[in-house]
C-alpha cells in the first residue's frame, strides 16, 4: 500500500510518455487522482492512538553500505503524505488545462516530483531520505528552468533555476556528508544502518552532534527558506510556472521542517538544546523579515513568497520550542500552510491571466464581476493570515503556546508577526481584487474547470478550520515520541502541562543543581 | 683512478647535458646529447654495468640520435626568439631547477642509509654482464621484456601514423593553411 | 429543549442565513436576500427569547449551562472544545445583539435597497451577527478569540463593502489590522491563562483564578492587560481607536449596527465576562477605568468640532464607551451593560436617522451643508430628536437612567472613583452639546437645496456620486455606494424599524429605575455573584441626586447648543477664531492618527523599504553574489593559469613536485 | 667512489633536464631534455643496483632505455607531423588550446 | 648460471595473450583494402574475446610470472572497465575522419595497445612492469591525440601530451628509483617489506620517492597542480579519444595507484595520506572551479575529470578496504557516465558546425530526445544528484572517507559537487531550456561563415547512427539502473577491495 502511493505517479507519469500530447497531462492527473485515493486509504487505516510506525516496508536496498529501502507512516508524515497526494491532483490538474508546450517532459517531471516527495516523507532510513530530498529538486529543476519565465531585466528561468538550485543543494550535499557521519559514528565499528530508528538507539557524542546538527540545519533552513538562507527564492518564485510553483512552495517547503522533527530532533537532542535559541533567532528573523518583506513587494507571487519564509519561520519556532504544544501547532501549520499556499498560487496564475500583469500596483478591483473568485481568494486570504476560526489559527495557537511556556520574549516578537501577516495578506487581496479596476483588466469569474480545482482545496481549508482535532489526534503521540530524545537530555522540561507554579518550583530545585542537563545524560 | 674516471666521466655528462639545454641550434643539441651519452655510458661501466653500458652506447647514442640527427635536418634550423612571452618562467625555471636538484640531493644526503656512503657491496663476477642480465631478464622481468617488444611495435605502428605515408587531401589541406 | 439547544439555534440561524445568501448570490432576486437575512436573524430572537425563558427557569444557582459540540483542538495537554457558555449575561447579551441586529436588518432591505451588492451586503451582515453571538455565547477563551477575530472580520468586509473606494478599502484595513492587535492581546492572555492555570474554560479559570493567583500578582495584572489589549482595540479606546471613525466608511446601516450598536461593546462584554480576573487585579481594572475616563473626554471633545455626520455619531460612540468600560472596570457592571443596552438602541437610531438624512443629501456627510429638513423629512427629524435626546441623557429617556447609574456607582465606591463621576458629568455636558449640534444643524434653518427639493417634489436628489472623504467622482458600478439608499420616509421596512427603536431608546429605561425596579440587575446577578464589587449599591437617594445632577447638565447641554447653533449661529465662527489652536487641535483629533503614523507606520515602512531596498541586496543577495564573484574570480585565476603554454604547465608540474618533495622532506625524521 | 656521488650527479642531471624543458621552445630540444631526464634517472637506477649488488635495476634501466627510444620515435614522428602541417616549431606558439 | 624459467599461467595471461595477438591481428587486417572494413569488428571481437577471458578468471587471485604481475578482483575490474571503455571508442569511432586519417588498422592497434598497456598496469605488481605498462599506455595515446593530422589542436594536443607525459614518465621513474634503492626491491611485497624496515621507515629518500611516485601518478590522473595538460589534451583530441583516454587512463592509473601505495607503499601511509587528501582536495577546487564558463564541451569534461579525479583520489587516501571499494564502484559509474556524454558529444560534432561548443546540444531535448536523454542523465549523474548511480558513487566515497576519518574531505566532496552544479546544470539547460540554434539546422552547408576551414564533413544524420545513439542509451541506462538497484555493482566494487584486503595496513 505505502509503496503504491509512493510508485504510483511516477508510474503514471512514465505512461504519460506514451500517449499523444493532449492526453499526457491527464493520464498524470490520473496518476495523483489514483495516489489520493491511496493515501486517503492509508490514512482511514491509521490507527491515531499508536505512537509507532505503520504500514512499514523495510527491505536491504545497499547492504553494503547499510542502506535500505524502508518506509512507514506515523504521526508525523501521515499528514504531509495526505497534503502532499492532495495537493499534486489540483496542481496537475490545473497544469493540464492549459496544456504546457513539451507536456510528456512537463508531466513527467511533475509526477517525479510527486514521488520524490512522497518518498521524502516516507523514509524512514536516513539516507533514503536524503536521497528523496535531493531528488526533489531534480523535477523542479526543469520545470523551472524549461517552463519558467524569463524576467524583462534580463534574469533569465534558467539562471534563476540554477541559483536555487546550487543554494538548495549546498544544504542538501552538507547533509549527506552528515547523514553519513551518522550512521558510522553511531555504528561505531559495528553494524552500519541508516535505519532512523535504529540510529536513535545510539545518540551521537555532543561534539559531534553539534557539527552535524549544523549540517542537517543548513539543508532545512535553505529549502523552507529561512531568514537570510532564501536568497534564491525571489528569483524562483518569479521564475516559476505557478502550478509547479504551488506544490513547491506549499509541499517541498514542508520537508525542510519536517525534517527537523524526523531526523535532528530525536537524533541529535543534544544539540538541538544548545542552539535552540540560535535557531529560534532565526525563526523569529524569518518571521518578522518575511512579514516586512512581504507588505513591501509589488510583484504578487514574492509576496506569497515572503509570506511562505514567515510562515515556516512560525513552523520553525514551533518546532523549536522543543515542547509536544510547539511542535503539534508546527505539524498542523505544516499542514495548513500547504492547503494554504497551493491555492493562493493557483488564484495567482488565475489572477495573472485576468490582469496580464503580476505587479500589484497595476493589479485591482477583479472582484467585480468574480464573486466566486473573490470568496475563494478571500477564504485562502484569512486562512493565510491565521485568522481565529481557521485551522491555521490553532497551529498558530498551539505554536505560541508551546513558544510562550518555553522562551517567552520570542512568544512576543512571534506575535508580532500575526499582526503583520494581517495587513499583508490582506494587502494581496485587496490590492487585486478591490479598489478600481485598471482599464486593461479583465474580471472575470472562474471558469468551471479551474472552479473544480480551486473549489474542493478551500474546502479542504474550511473543512479543516472545522476540525482541526483530526489533524491533531494523530500527530499528537508521534510528537511526543520524537521529543523524547530532547526530553531525556533536558529532563526539567515538562512534557505536557503543569501548574506553573510546580514547574517554576522545579526549574528552581533543577537548576540548584549543578548542571541540569548534564546529570540527566550521564 | 676510479675518481679521476668519474669526474671525467661526470663532467661529460653534466657539460654534455648543459650544452643540449644552452646551445642555440638544435643540431648541436643533438651533438651534445650523444657527448652526454657516452658519458653516462662510462659511469655505467664505473658501476659495473657492462651491458647496460654497451646497450646505451649501440642502442641510444648510435641509433636513437641518428633519428634525432635526421629529423633535425629535415626541419631545419629552428629559430627560437629570445623573448619569453611567460611572465615569470624566465625566473622561475632556474630557480625550481636549483629547488629540485636541492631537494633531491638532500633526499640522498640526509638519507640515514648506510650503504649510499660506500662504494657498494662486494659483487660477484659477472655482476651486469649480458649473460646475468637476460638471465634476470627472462628470470624475472618476462613481462617487462614482453611488453617493451609490443611498446617498440605500436611506437612504430605510431610513427607511421604520425609521420608516415602522404594520405590523399593531406596537400590541399595544407595548402588551404598556408594559403 | 435546553437553554443550550435554543443558544446552539441562535448560532445556527445567522450561520445559515449568511450561507445560504452566499450560495444563492445569483438566484435572489429583488429584497429576497434581504428578507431571508432579517428572518433568520428574527429567528434567532426568537431562539434568544427561548433560551432566555428555559434559563430564567432554572434556579439561580444553576444558570451557567455548557454545551460542547466536539473536540476542536484537544492535544499536548491543551484541550479547546467548541462548546458555549449560556449564563445571564450571555443571553442578555444574545438578545440585545439578536434583538437590535433584527431591526437594522429590516431598516436595511428598504436601505439598501438599490444597491448592487445587496445580496452581498446581507450575507455579510447575518456573517455578522453569527460572529457577534459566537463571541458572546463562547465557552472558553478560544473560542471568544475566534468570535473576536469573525466580528473583526465582518467589521473589515462591511467597513471595505464599497470596495472600490480606496478610502473605504484603506479604513477596511486600518480597522482589521488593529483588531488584530487586539486579537493577538487576547491570545496571549488566553496562553498567559493557560500557563498558570492549565485551562482555555471560562468557568474552570474563574474557579481556579481566586486560588491561583495572589491580588494584583504580576501575571494576573499581565492577563487582564493583555486582555484589556483587545478589549481597547475592539471597543475604540485610546490609543486604538483610529480606526473607528474612519469605519463610518462604510454604509450606514453597519455603522448602526457594529460601529454602535454590538461589536464595538465587545469590549465592555468581555471586561464583564472576566470580571473574576479584574478583581483580582485591581491595578489593571483601574488601567482601564482611566483609560475609558480619557477616552470619552477625547471622543467627547472631537466630536464637539468635526463635521462629518457619521464621524461625530463615530466619536460620540467612543465616547459612550468610554462610559460603558469606566462602569465594568470599576465594578458597576449592571450599569455598565445597561448603557450598553440602551445606548444600541438609541446610538442605532441615531445612525438610521442619519442615514436617511445622507441618502438625502445625495450621499454628502457634511452637516455644514445640510439644514432645514425638518419640514422635508419630519419622520426621520423626529427620530433624530428622540435619539439625540436619549444620547444626551434628557431626563426619563433611556440614557438618563443608565448613564446616570454608572456615575452614580463610582460616585458610591468613593474615594478616586469620584473623579470618575466629575468628569463623566463633564462628558455628560459635551455629549448634550455635540447630539444637539446635530439637531440644530440638521433639522433647524433654512432649508438647503437638498431639503427644499425633497419637501417640494418628494424625490431625492441626484447629485453626481462622488467619495465624501475625497470628493472623487465615483466610480458607478458594483461596489460603489448605490446611487439611490433610501429615505425613511419612503421605505416602510425603515419607518418600521426606526420606530421600534425610538420607542426602546425612549422607554429602555424603565428597566431600572432606581427605586421602582432593577430587572437588570437581578437578571444578571447569577453571573456577578461572586463578585465583591458588585455587592456596592448606592443607595437610591443618591442615585437619585446623582440623576437629577445628570439631567440638568443635559438640558444646559441642549440649550448651549440651541444658543451656539440657533440662537446665535455666528458664534461658532467667533469661538473658532478665538480658540483656533484649540478648534485645530480637536478637529485633527488629537492628532493621534499623526501620532500612529510616526511612532508605527512610518518606521515599520521604513524598515520595509531598508530591508527591501539595501538589506536584501546588499546582504542577501550579496551572500550569493560574493560566493559567487569569488567562485568566478577563482575561475578566472583557474583560467588565466591554463595559458596553453606547454611550458608553463610543465613548471606547474615541477613546482608542484616541489611543493609535494618539500612537505615529504619536512614530515620525514 | 661512494655511491652518493652517482645520485646527487643524477639529480643534477635531472635539475637540468626539467630546467631545459621549462626554458627551451623548440620541441626537438625538448625532446632533447626529456632524454636528459631518464638518462639521469637510468643513473639512478644502476647506482642504486651498484649500492644493493642487485641486478634489477640494471634491467630496469634497460626497458627505460627502449622507453626512451619509443617516445622519441613517437615524438619526432610528432614534429615530423607539426611540420608537414605548416605549423610553428615552437612550443609557445602552440597555444590554440588554452583557458 | 642456469636458468630457471618462470612459472607461466597460460590461463591467467590468456586476456593478455588474446590482446597483444588481436593487435598483431587488426594490424595485418588493417594493411590489406579487402578486410579493412572489418577492422572496428576485429577489434571489438578482440575487446570481447578477452573481457570473456578475464570474466573467466574472475575470482582468481594469484602472483604471475614471477610475481611481475597480479591478477585479482581489482585488476579485472579496472581491466573490464578499460576494455569496455574502448569497445565504446570503437563504436563511436566509425566514422570518425581521425580514424581515416590514422588508418583504420593503426588506429585501432594504437586504441588496443593502450589497453594491453591497462591491463597490464592494472595487474602491474613490480617496478618493471608497472613503468613499462604505464609508458604501453601513455605512447600509443600519445598517437591516438594527434591521429586527426588536419586539425591543429589534434597535433598540438598530442605534442602537449607527449612532452608533459614524459614528464611525468620521468619523475616517476625518478621516484621508483628512489624506492627501489631504499627498499633494495622492485616487487610491491618487497618494496612494502624494505620500507617498513626499521630505519628505512620515513627515510627522506624513500619519501621524496613517493612524492615523485606520486606525481608522476597523479599526473597520470590528473590531480591538480599536475593536472594543467587535461583540458588542452582533451579538447585537442579526436572525440572517441578523449572519451577513451578520460576514462580508462583513469580507471588504470587508479588501479595502480592504489595497488602501489595501498600496498607496496602502505607502511608510509601515515606520511602520504594528508598529502593526498591535500591534493585531492586542491584538484576538486581547481576542477569544479575551472569548468565554470567553459564553452567546450570536451574542456568542461576535462575540467570535470579533474575535480572527480579529487573525488576518487579520497578512496585512496583512505588506504580502507572501503576506500578501495567506493574507488572501484566510482570508477565504473564514472566510466557510464563519461561515455554517454561523449558518445552524445560525438554524435553533435558530426551533425552540426559547432563542434563541441555547448552551444552544439543547445535545442536538443525537442530535436534528438535520444540524444538529449543520455546526455542529461549523464549531466545529472555527473552532478551526484540522485536516482543516478552518481549519487551512489558519492554516497560510497563519503562513507568511505568518513569510515576513514576524513571527514573534512568528505565536506570538500559536498562542496565542489555544489559549485559543478553550475556547469553541470548548465549543459542540461542547453539541452532543454533553449531553443535549437537555427545554424544547426542548415547542417547540409558545411562552411557556414565562421566555422573553420579544417571543419570535419557535417553527417546530418549523426544523431540517429545506431553506433552512437546506442552506446549512449547504453550506458545512461545502465546509469540509471545503478542508481536505483546499486547492490550487484557495490558487490562487484566489494571484491576489489577484499581482494586488496590482507595487504592494508
Same mark, same amino acid.
Given at each position: 500500500m505505502i509503496n503504491s502511493v509512493l510508485w504510483t505517479p511516477l508510474l503514471f507519469g512514465i505512461l504519460g510518455l506514451f500517449v499523444p500530447r493532449r492526453w499526457a497531462g491527464w493520464v498524470v492527473v490520473g496518476g495523483a487522482a489514483v495516489t489520493l485515493g491511496l493515501a486517503i486509504g492509508l490514512l482511514a487505516g491509521f490507527?491515531?492512538?499508536?505512537?509507532g510506525l505503520q504500514d512499514t516496508v523495510d527491505v536491504d536496498w545497499i547492504s553494503g553500505l547499510g542502506v535500505s529501502y524502508s518506509l512507514g507512516l506515523d504521526g508525523l508524515n501521515v499528514f504531509l503524505m495526505m497534503l502532499t497526494a492532495l495537493l499534486w491532483l489540483p496542481a496537475v490538474a490545473f497544469a493540464a488545462m492549459r496544456?504546457?508546450?513539451?507536456?510528456h517532459l512537463y508531466f513527467l517531471m511533475l509526477a517525479l516530483g510527486e514521488t520524490a516527495t512522497l518518498g521524502a516523507f516516507l523514509a524512514q532510513d536516513l539516507l533514503l531520505f536524503v536521497l528523496f530530498f535531493d531528488l526533489m529538486l531534480v523535477p523542479f529543476y526543469f520545470l523551472f528552468g524549461a517552463w519558467g519565465q524569463d524576467r524583462p531585466?534580463?534574469?533569465?528561468a534558467v539562471a534563476a533555476t540554477m541559483k536555487m538550485i546550487v543554494y538548495t543543494l549546498i544544504g542538501s550535499l552538507l547533509m549527506l556528508v552528515a547523514a553519513i557521519a551518522t550512521a558510522i559514528l553511531a555504528a561505531d565499528g559495528g553494524q552500519l544502518s541508516f535505519s532512523i530508528v535504529d540510529l536513535q538507539q545510539n545518540v551521537l557524542s555532543e561534539g559531534s552532534q553539534r557539527w552535524i546538527f549544523w549540517f542537517f540545519a543548513a539543508a532545512f533552513l535553505v529549502k523552507m527558506p529561512a531568514f537570510l538562507l532564501h536568497g534564491w527564492m525571489p528569483d524562483a518564485y518569479r521564475a516559476a510556472p505557478l502550478p509547479a510553483l504551488a506544490v513547491f512552495s506549499a509541499v517541498l517547503s514542508k520537508v525542510g521542517a519536517y525534517g527537523f522533527l524526523r531526523v535532528v530532533l530525536p537524533l541529535f537532542p543534544d544539540a538541538t538544546i544548545e542552539f535552540q535559541e540560535i535557531v529560534l533567532v532565526i525563526a523569529l528573523a524569518s518571521i518578522l523579515y518575511g512579514s516586512v518583506m512581504a507588505f513591501t513587494q509589488t510583484n504578487v507571487r514574492l509576496i506569497a513568497g515572503y509570506s511562505s519564509v514567515a510562515q515556516l519561520g512560525f513552523i520553525t519556532a514551533g518546532i523549536f520550542a522543543l515542547r509536544p504544544d510547539g511542535a503539534d501547532g508546527a505539524l498542523l501549520q505544516m499542514v495548513n500552510h500547504g492547503l494554504v499556499v497551493a491555492p493562493v498560487f493557483l488564484i495567482i496564475a488565475v489572477l495573472a491571466e485576468r490582469?496580464?500583469?503580476?505587479d500589484l500596483r497595476e493589479m485591482?478591483?477583479?472582484a467585480l464581476r468574480a464573486p466566486v473568485l473573490a470568496a475563494m481568494f478571500l477564504i485562502v486570504t484569512l486562512a493565510t493570515l491565521a485568522m481565529p476560526g481557521s485551522a491555521n489559527f490553532i497551529g498558530e495557537f498551539y505554536i505560541l503556546n508551546g513558544l510562550f511556556q518555553a522562551k517567552i520574549v520570542f512568544a512576543f516578537v512571534a506575535g508580532a508577526g500575526m499582526v503583520l501577516a494581517a495587513y499583508y495578506a490582506l494587502r494581496l487581496y485587496q490590492r487585486t481584487m478591490h479598489n478600481r479596476k485598471p482599464e486593461p483588466i479583465d474580471s472575470r469569474d472562474l471558469g468551471w474547470r479551474d472552479a473544480a480545482v480551486l473549489v474542493p482545496l478551500v474546502g479542504c481549508i474550511v473543512a479543516l478550520a472545522f476540525y482541526p482535532q483530526l489533524v491533531l489526534k494523530r500527530t499528537d503521540a508521534a510528537v511526543g515520541n520524537q521529543l523524547r530524545q530532547a526530553q531525556r537530555v533536558?529532563?526539567?522540561?515538562?512534557l505536557t502541562w503543569q501548574r506553573g507554579r510546580e514547574s517554576e518550583a522545579a526549574s528552581i530545585s533543577d537548576s540548584a543543581r549543578p548542571s541540569g542537563s548534564g546529570a540527566a545524560a550521564s | 683512478m676510479e675518481a679521476v674516471a668519474f669526474f671525467a666521466g661526470a663532467i661529460g655528462a653534466l657539460g654534455g647535458a648543459i650544452a643540449v639545454v644552452g646551445l642555440r641550434n638544435p643540431f648541436y643539441s643533438v651533438l651534445a646529447l650523444v657527448v652526454h651519452l657516452v658519458s653516462l655510458a662510462g659511469l655505467f661501466l664505473l658501476l659495473h654495468a657492462e651491458f647496460v653500458a654497451a646497450a646505451q652506447v649501440v642502442?641510444?647514442?648510435g641509433a636513437v640520435m641518428v633519428l634525432y640527427v635526421f629529423v633535425a635536418a629535415y626541419v631545419g634550423g629552428i629559430q627560437e626568439p629570445?623573448? #619569453?612571452?611567460?611572465?615569470?618562467q624566465r625566473l622561475l625555471a632556474p630557480l625550481l631547477g636549483g629547488a629540485l636538484f636541492i631537494e633531491l640531493s638532500i633526499a640522498v644526503l640526509g638519507s640515514?642509509?648506510?650503504?649510499?656512503?660506500? #662504494?657498494?657491496p662486494t659483487i660477484p663476477a659477472g655482476f651486469g654482464s649480458p649473460e646475468q642480465i637476460g638471465t634476470v631478464l627472462l628470470e624475472r622481468f618476462l613481462i617487462g621484456f614482453e611488453a617493451a617488444s609490443m611498446l617498440l611495435l605500436l611506437a612504430a605502428v605510431g610513427a607511421v601514423v604520425l609521420a608516415g605515408r602522404k594520405r590523399e587531401g593531406e596537400e590541399a589541406a595544407s595548402e588551404e593553411a598556408t594559403s | 429543549m435546553s437553554a443550550t439547544t435554543y443558544a446552539w439555534l441562535v448560532l445556527l440561524f445567522p450561520l445559515g442565513g449568511s450561507i445560504v445568501i452566499a450560495l444563492g448570490y445569483r438566484t435572489w432576486s429583488g429584497r429576497t436576500a434581504g428578507w431571508i437575512g432579517t428572518g433568520a436573524i428574527a429567528l434567532s430572537f426568537v431562539n434568544a427569547i427561548a433560551a432566555f425563558v428555559q434559563l430564567q427557569g432554572e434556579p439561580a444557582k444553576a444558570r451557567h449551562l455548557t454545551s460542547t459540540l466536539w473536540d476542536y483542538a484537544n492535544a499536548a495537554g491543551l484541550d479547546i472544545k467548541l462548546g458555549i457558555l449560556v449564563d445571564p449575561l450571555s443571553v442578555f447579551m444574545i438578545l440585545v445583539v439578536s434583538g437590535v441586529s433584527m431591526l437594522i436588518h429590516l431598516y436595511s432591505v428598504g436601505y439598501?435597497?438599490?444597491?448592487?451588492?445587496y445580496t452581498r451586503f446581507f450575507s455579510y451582515l447575518n456573517f455578522f451577527v453569527f460572529s457577534m453571538l459566537l463571541l458572546v455565547l463562547a465557552g472558553n477563551f478560544v473560542l471568544l478569540i475566534v468570535g473576536w477575530a469573525f466580528v473583526g472580520f465582518a467589521s473589515y468586509a462591511l467597513i471595505s463593502f464599497?470596495?472600490?473606494r480606496a478610502t473605504a478599502t484603506g479604513a477596511g484595513m486600518k480597522a482589521f489590522v488593529i483588531n488584530v492587535v487586539g486579537d493577538v492581546g487576547l491570545v496571549f492572555a488566553a496562553i498567559l491563562i493557560f500557563r498558570e492555570?492549565?485551562? /482555555?474554560?471560562y468557568l474552570e479559570v474563574f474557579d481556579r483564578a481566586p486560588g491561583g /493567583?495572589?491580588? &494584583?500578582?504580576w501575571t494576573i495584572v499581565a492577563i487582564c492587560l493583555l486582555i484589556l489589549v483587545g478589549a481597547f482595540a475592539k471597543s475604540a479606546?485610546?490609543?486604538?481607536?483610529?480606526w473607528l471613525p474612519d469605519?463610518?466608511?462604510?454604509?450606514t446601516p453597519v455603522s448602526a449596527l457594529?460601529?454602535? +450598536?454590538t461589536m464595538v461593546t465587545a469590549g465592555v462584554y468581555l471586561i464583564a465576562r472576566t470580571h473574576p480576573l479584574f478583581e483580582l487585579a485591581p491595578t489593571a481594572a483601574d488601567i482601564a477605568a482611566f483609560t475609558g475616563l480619557a477616552t470619552l473626554l477625547v471622543a467627547g471633545s472631537i466630536a464637539l468640532v468635526v463635521t462629518d455626520l457619521k464621524r461625530i455619531i463615530a466619536y460620540s460612540t467612543m465616547s459612550q464607551i468610554g462610559y460603558m468600560v469606566v462602569g465594568v472596570s470599576i465594578g458597576a457592571y449592571s450599569a455598565g451593560l445597561f448603557h450598553l443596552m440602551t445606548h444600541a438602541f438609541f446610538k442605532a437610531l441615531l445612525f438610521m436617522a442619519a442615514g436617511s438624512v445622507i441618502a438625502a443629501m445625495a &450621499?454628502?456627510?457634511d452637516i455644514d451643508r445640510m439644514s432645514g429638513f425638518g419640514r422635508a423629512m419630519t419622520f426621520t427629524s423626529v427620530m433624530l430628536i428622540i435619539g439625540s435626546l436619549a444620547l444626551a441623557g434628557?431626563? /426619563?429617556?433611556s440614557g438618563f437612567f443608565s448613564k446616570d447609574a454608572i456615575l452614580s456607582y463610582a460616585s458610591t465606591r468613593?474615594?478616586?472613583?469620584e473623579i470618575f463621576t466629575v468628569l463623566g458629568y463633564v462628558g455628560a455636558l459635551m455629549t448634550a452639546i455635540y447630539s444637539f449640534r446635530i439637531v440644530f444643524r440638521v433639522v433647524a434653518g433654512e432649508p438647503c437645496s437638498e431639503a427644499e427639493e425633497l419637501a417640494e417634489t418628494g424625490h431625492v436628489v441626484h447629485a453626481?456620486?462622488? &467619495?465624501? !472623504?475625497?470628493?472623487d467622482v465615483e466610480?458607478?458600478?458594483?461596489? /460603489?455606494?448605490?446611487?439611490e439608499h433610501h429615505i425613511a420616509e419612503q421605505a416602510p421596512t425603515m419607518r418600521m424599524a426606526m420606530g421600534a427603536l425610538a420607542v426602546l431608546a425612549l422607554i429602555?429605561?424603565?428597566?431600572?429605575?432606581?427605586?421602582?425596579?432593577?430587572a437588570i440587575t437581578k437578571f444578571l446577578e447569577p453571573t456577578f455573584e461572586d463578585s465583591a464589587l458588585a455587592a456596592i449599591q448606592p443607595s437610591v437617594g443618591d442615585e437619585w441626586r446623582d440623576l437629577t445632577i445628570g439631567g440638568a447638565i443635559a438640558v444646559v447641554g441642549i440649550f448651549m447648543a440651541y444658543l451656539l447653533?440657533? +440662537?446665535?449661529? !455666528?458664534s461658532t465662527a467667533v469661538l473658532v477664531r478665538r480658540l483656533r489652536p484649540l478648534h485645530t487641535f480637536l478637529v485633527n483629533k488629537w492628532y493621534f492618527d499623526e501620532l500612529i503614523d510616526v511612532a508605527i507606520v512610518r518606521p515599520a515602512l521604513a524598515v520595509g523599504s531598508f530591508c527591501n531596498r539595501v538589506f536584501e541586496r546588499l546582504v542577501v543577495q550579496g551572500l550569493v553574489a560574493g560566493t559567487v564573484d569569488v567562485v568566478r574570480g577563482a575561475g578566472g585565476v583557474v583560467r588565466t593559469a591554463q595559458s596553453g603554454f606547454v611550458r608553463s604547465y610543465a613548471l606547474l608540474l615541477i613546482g608542484g613536485f616541489t611543493g609535494l618533495g618539500l612537505y615529504f622532506l619536512l614530515s620525514s625524521s | 667512489m661512494a655511491v652518493e656521488w652517482y645520485l646527487v650527479l643524477s639529480a643534477l642531471l635531472f635539475a637540468v633536464g626539467a630546467g631545459g624543458v621549462l626554458i627551451r621552445r623548440s620541441p626537438l630540444v625538448i625532446l632533447l631534455c626529456l632524454e636528459l631526464m631518464l638518462n639521469a634517472g637510468n643513473l639512478a637506477l644502476v647506482a642504486f643496483s651498484r649500492m644493493l649488488g642487485n641486478a634489477d635495476g640494471q634491467v630496469f634501466a634497460l626497458v627505460v632505455m627502449v622507453v626512451a627510444a619509443c617516445e622519441v620515435v613517437v615524438g619526432l614522428g610528432l614534429i615530423v607531423a607539426i611540420y608537414r602541417r605548416r605549423l610553428p616549431l615552437n612550443v609557445d606558439e602552440l597555444r590554440g588550446l588554452r583557458g | 648460471m642456469n636458468f630457471n624459467a618462470p612459472d607461466i599461467d597460460y590461463a591467467a595471461l590468456s586476456p593478455v595473450i588474446a590482446l597483444t595477438g588481436g593487435i598483431c591481428v587488426v594490424l595485418l587486417a588493417g594493411v590489406f583494402d579487402r578486410v579493412r572494413r572489418a577492422v572496428p569488428l576485429l577489434t571489438l571481437l578482440t575487446l570481447g574475446a578477452a573481457a570473456g577471458l578475464f570474466i573467466w578468471q574472475w575470482g582468481e587471485r594469484k602472483d604471475l610470472v614471477a610475481g611481475a604481475l597480479r591478477l585479482d578482483e581489482l585488476a579485472v575490474a579496472v581491466a573490464l572497465i578499460a576494455i569496455l571503455a574502448a569497445a565504446f571508442c570503437v563504436l563511436i569511432s566509425v566514422r570518425e575522419p581521425a580514424v581515416s586519417q590514422a588508418g583504420s588498422g593503426e588506429y585501432h592497434v594504437l586504441l588496443l595497445g593502450s589497453v594491453l598497456g591497462m591491463t597490464l598496469l592494472a595487474q602491474a605488481q613490480n617496478l618493471v612492469s608497472f613503468f613499462i605498462a604505464i609508458e604501453t599506455l601513455s605512447v600509443p595515446l600519445y598517437v591516438l591525440c594527434a591521429t586527426?593530422?588536419?586539425r591543429a589542436e589534434s597535433l598540438e594536443s598530442g605534442l602537449k601530451y607527449l612532452i608533459i607525459g614524459s614528464m611525468g614518465s620521468a619523475t616517476l621513474l625518478y621516484g621508483l628509483a628512489f624506492i627501489y634503492g631504499g627498499s633494495?626491491?622492485?616487487d610491491f611485497t618487497g618494496i612494502a617489506a624494505g620500507i617498513g624496515k626499521e630505519g628505512v621507515l620515513g627515510d627522506p629518500l624513500v619519501l621524496v620517492g613517493i612524492a615523485l611516485a606520486a606525481t608522476g601518478l597523479a599526473f597520470k590522473i590528473s590531480i591538480?597542480?599536475?593536472? =594543467?595538460?587535461t583540458p588542452d589534451v582533451y579538447q585537442g583530441a579526436p572525440t572517441p579519444v578523449t572519451a577513451f583516454m578520460a576514462v580508462a587512463t583513469k580507471a588504470a592509473a587508479f588501479a595502480v595507484f592504489v595497488r602501489f601505495f595501498?600496498?607496496?607503499?602502505a607502511p608510509e601511509a601515515g606520511d602520504w595520506d594528508v598529502a593526498l587528501a591535500v591534493l585531492a582536495t586542491a584538484s576538486i577546487a581547481v576542477g569544479n572551479i575551472g569548468a565554470?564558463? =567553459?564553452?567546450?564541451l570536451k574542456r568542461l569534461l576535462g575540467y570535470s575529470g579533474i575535480a572527480q579525479a579529487g573525488y576518487m583520489l579520497g578512496g585512496l587516501v583512505v588506504a580502507s578496504e572501503a576506500g578501495i571499494n567506493a574507488l572501484v564502484f566510482y570508477l565504473a559509474v564514472y566510466s557510464l557516465m563519461n561515455l554517454a556524454a561523449f558518445a552524445v558529444i560525438v554524435a553533435r560534432e558530426r551533425e552540426t558546425?559547432?563542434?563541441?561548443?555547448?552551444?552544439?546540444? @543547445?535545442?536538443l531535448g525537442s530535436e534528438r530526445p535520444l540524444l538529449a536523454w543520455p546526455l542529461t542523465i549523464s549531466m545529472l549523474a555527473l552532478a551526484g544528484?540522485?536516482?543516478?548511480a552518481g549519487f551512489i558513487g558519492k554516497l560510497y566515497l563519503i562513507e568511505a572517507l568518513v569510515d576513514g576519518d576524513y571527514t573534512w574531505l568528505g565536506v570538500a566532496i559536498a562542496v565542489g559537487t555544489m559549485i559543478s552544479l553550475a556547469y553541470y546544470l548548465r549543459v542540461v539547460a542547453a539541452i532543454w531550456m533553449r531553443p535549437a540554434e537555427d545554424t544547426a539546422v542548415t547542417a @547540409?552547408?558545411?562552411?557556414?561563415?565562421?566555422?573553420?576551414? @579544417?571543419a570535419d564533413p557535417i553527417d546530418a544524420d549523426a544523431g540517429g547512427r545506431w553506433y552512437l545513439v546506442g552506446p549512449a542509451l547504453l550506458a545512461a541506462a545502465a546509469t540509471v539502473f545503478f542508481g536505483v538497484i546499486p547492490q550487484p555493482l557495490v558487490e562487484w566494487a566489494e571484491h576489489a577491495g577484499a581482494a586488496l584486503s590482507q595487504f592494508l595496513p
Open positions: 490507527d491515531s492512538g499508536a505512537s496544456q504546457p508546450d513539451r507536456p531585466d534580463g534574469t533569465t490582469a496580464g500583469t503580476e485591482g478591483g477583479i533536558d529532563s526539567n522540561r515538562p | 642502442v641510444y647514442a629570445v623573448w #619569453e612571452p611567460i611572465p615569470g640515514s642509509l648506510r650503504a649510499l656512503g660506500d #662504494e657498494g | 439598501m435597497g438599490s444597491d448592487r451588492g464599497w470596495y472600490r492555570l492549565g485551562t /482555555f474554560d /493567583f495572589h491580588t &494584583n500578582e479606546q485610546l490609543p486604538l481607536h483610529t469605519a463610518m466608511e462604510g454604509p457594529i460601529h454602535a +450598536a &450621499n454628502r456627510q434628557f431626563p /426619563f429617556t468613593g474615594g478616586m472613583y453626481e456620486p462622488e &467619495n465624501p !472623504a475625497t470628493g466610480d458607478t458600478d458594483v461596489g /460603489f455606494p448605490g446611487p429602555g429605561g424603565v428597566l431600572q429605575i432606581p427605586g421602582v425596579d432593577d447653533y440657533v +440662537a446665535r449661529p !455666528a | - | 586527426n593530422l588536419r633494495g626491491s622492485t591538480a597542480p599536475f593536472h =594543467q595538460w595501498d600496498v607496496a607503499l565554470l564558463g =567553459q564553452d567546450s558546425s559547432f563542434g563541441d561548443e555547448i552551444r552544439a546540444v @543547445e535545442g544528484l540522485p536516482g543516478t @547540409e552547408v558545411p562552411a557556414v561563415a565562421g566555422a573553420s576551414p @579544417e
